[in-house]
């Protein structure tokens, strides 16, 4: 069984469960993906399945990989992404996977790309408090003091200053599934999820978040 699939964030809502608990989810709509590559012990070290989700114009792919989908009889895909599986050699190249991995109750990991906020100072970026407001103080937003004294006569390595804020790939790990929409190929989680709508996601079963890019 794949241990995990590829999908895309759609937003957040609240859902009531049966025992009247008001429970905030994030709805997810994961899959369905296609087996486009088998990787076992043997051929390849290590056993995985390699699954393409999604649509692309046709005129976007490259070609390696477009004549890499004819093998399972896939035009285009969005992105394709590795993830291991205990017996890939249950499946077979253009088999289609659905949310049919998962059960209500189960505990996921899910991997996201957080939003982007382009250059940003330390009071946003690091959460500094900044300086005074009043008394002829010039220092209200700027990080202060960076540097040593004439030993080591350098910044150290990993000071908190200015720059790239978020797109960063983080895991969430131990969320629950709440609910499953099987016709709608929809999942509920509970609680946030890392990224922006629309943004591509992949929804794991625990100890299993190693992803490999290969688009």
Not at 31 to 55: H, M, R, S, W
Request: glycine share 14%; proline share 5%.
């Amino acid at each position: 069984m794949s241990r995990g699939l590829i999908g895309k964030k759609l937003g957040m809502t609240v859902v009531f469960t049966s025992d009247g608990k008001y429970v905030p989810v994030t709805v997810l709509k994961i899959g369905p993906c296609v087996v486009t590559q088998i990787k076992t012990d043997k051929t390849d070290g290590y056993n995985a399945l390699q699954l393409g989700f999604g649509e692309k114009k046709k005129s976007r792919m490259k070609r390696p990989v477009e004549g890499h989908l004819k093998k399972a009889e896939l035009e285009s895909c969005e992105c394709l992404r590795e993830f291991t599986s205990g017996n890939p050699g249950d499946y077979k190249l253009g088999q289609i996977i659905n949310v049919e991995i998962f059960n209500v109750g189960d505990r996921v990991d899910v991997v996201g790309t957080t939003k982007g906020r382009g250059f940003a100072g330390v009071i946003k970026r690091h959460g500094f408090s900044g300086g005074r407001k009043t008394h002829g103080s010039h220092s209200h937003r700027i990080p202060g003091s960076i540097g040593a004294s004439a030993w080591p006569s350098r910044v150290t390595k990993g000071k908190k200053m200015p720059g790239h804020y978020g797109f960063a790939r983080r895991t969430i790990r131990n969320l629950e599934i709440i609910d499953i929409r099987h016709q709608d190929n929809l999942v509920l989680v509970k609680g946030a999820v890392p990224g922006p709508k629309s943004s591509l996601i992949y929804l794991c079963k625990p100890k299993a978040a190693n992803l490999t890019d290969v688009l």
